[in-house]
């Protein structure tokens, strides 16, 4: 065996890194939550003496141990299947309650062990690599965390189980098989070199479950069955009210955090209430007026009005594939590259971002975020040109009197095209509103689609409904690419080969195989290239328009101190703490 380690950009390259500080514990009592019937108009008439002024917090003492922190979520959880936690509520909750086989670091992307003892071994091919497990790991339930539990668990992520609906995980490709070598050593082999493997082993789509978790259906990873979720985190599932409260609870005896970092042993927190609430103005003034500590999702217009409250505002990183738009090419208005490339001129990026969001989300330069794996400036490709954007509609054949504003036509036909609402995504009716009045000016008809998220993910499947597709996917890895338009993973363009008819074209062959071909170079260094090549090909063939870097922005009273992200921006609360009050 050969460690290719000193080629992985998410491989530390000194062991003995110098550690974040952590403060030492003293205790405190929390208040419950009150009733959460503030309304947006009571929120900012009362910002001025809300106890958010008031409250002097002492902080240095050090950690506070104890304590519930009630955290607000704008949307519930659907899934607790680790490869389908990419949704931000699922994935908020299994990133803390499961361990992984490593820690990679949010902000040097730099992977670490954690549940594996070392970094992997892995083969010249790249095709094999073997992990070391840390004895004296067990789950919440009390059984053993080994390497036949792990094996049972990557066999599960990297073939899926079609009888029993559990998908295989975007993130692992070509799996073969795992092999024990022993009680604490296993080997997963697979079919063509997956150098991504390594990354994906330290994400939450790869937390561990215990074997009586792994034995569930789909719905025994759904919605009223969460008790059944079995990890080995520093907090566990304790209770359930569906569809609008998770409750997590501390595991006292937990004691296999990443051995690099200071903090070891139980989590400050006793543990965390998710709360669940559609209304936005509820969320955030339950937050303002000291009912909830803290909240996901706080909108651009309000960060400055929640800072000046003497609130805190964390905006992180997704170090993915940004806020953006993709072109479903085979549809019979898309399949002429000249009606894309109109469509990127004609939409004024910069107005979007100026209008609607703050610095915290910069224009995109590129089709994934500046910070992460294999990023490349192509901003060059996205340039607003309207009056470029009407000379090659008109040259498409889509046409309208001259100086009308009337909406273009060709044979018959206006040109309509539908875009989805990405609800988890930060202002998207509002952004897509903005692009309707941009693409109105050159002729071009933006039909927004409505609906509950149930409904948008519907109708997403249906390239005649929607023939723009608006998402934003975090990983902080060149596979993440991979993830997003794969015809066999999320699949974004609809390229794939389906019965919709003779006017849809034919699937782009290329985009699967360049994708194909990265996921199976052997080195990082090759991965890098194949990324940039990909996303080269996107560009000049007008299959997607970048918007914005997407962070995730969450506001938290002063009295929650440590607060972290993993790298593509869900809560970590295992060093977080509550700070007492000196008012």
Known sequence: ????????????????????????????????????????????????????????????????????????????????????????????????????????????????????????????????????????????????????????????????????????????????????????????????????????????????????????????????????IITSGPFHITDEEIGTKLSVRVREDYDWAPPHLEHQGRAYLDGIDYLVNGEYSVRVGALVSDQVEGLRDLQAPDEKRIEESGLQVFAKATNGINNGMSFRFRHRFLQDIRVRKALIRAIDRQEIVDKLFTPNFPLAKGIIGSNAWGYVDLAEYFVYDPEEAERLLDEAGWTRPAGSNALRTKDGQTLRIGVNIALPQPRSREVQTVVQQHLRRVGIDWIINEGDQSQQTINSLDIDKVNVYHSMVARADYDNVRSNWHSVNRNAFLNAETDTGTDIAPPDPEVDR??????????????????????????????????????????????????????????????????????
């Open 1 to 228: 065996m050969t460690a290719h380690r000193a080629h992985h950009p998410g491989l530390p390259q000194h062991r003995d890194r110098t550690p974040r500080p952590a403060p030492t514990a003293y205790d405190v009592t929390r208040r419950g939550v009150l009733g959460l019937g503030a309304t947006m108009a009571g929120l900012f008439t009362l910002a001025a003496c809300t106890p958010a002024d008031t409250e002097v917090i002492d902080t240095a003492a050090g950690p506070v141990t104890g304590g519930v922190l009630t955290y607000f979520e704008p949307q519930t959880w659907t899934m607790l299947y680790p490869p389908g936690v990419g949704f931000y509520p699922n994935g908020g909750i299994m990133n803390n309650i499961s361990d992984r086989l490593l820690w990679q670091d949010p902000e040097t992307l730099e992977l670490y062990p954690w549940i594996a003892e070392d970094l992997p071994e892995i083969n010249d091919e790249a095709t094999e690599f073997t992990f070391r497990i840390r004895q004296g790991v067990t789950y919440s339930d009390g059984s053993v965390l080994d390497a036949a539990n792990v094996a049972k668990n990557f066999d599960l992520y990297g073939k899926g189980d079609p009888a029993r609906a559990l998908t295989v995980s975007e993130q692992i490709a070509n799996y073969d098989r795992a092999e024990v070598l022993d009680d604490y050593t296993v080997r997963f082999h697979f079919t063509a070199p997956s150098l991504g493997f390594v990354q994906a082993v330290s994400t939450m789509n790869q937390g561990l479950l215990a074997n009586s978790t792994l034995d569930l259906d789909s719905e025994g990873f759904g919605p009223g069955s969460a008790t059944k």
């Open 514 to 583: 360049l994708l194909d071909f990265m996921a199976s170079r052997p080195t990082d260094e090759e991965r890098n290239e194949a990324a940039i090549e990909f996303q080269r090909y996107l560009a000049e063939n007008a299959y997607v328009l970048p918007l914005f870097e997407e962070p995730q922005v969450f506001a938290f009273r002063r009295s929650v101190q440590g607060f972290e992200t993993e790298p593509v921006g869900r809560p970590a609360f295992y060093s977080t703490w509550l700070a007492g009050e000196n008012a």
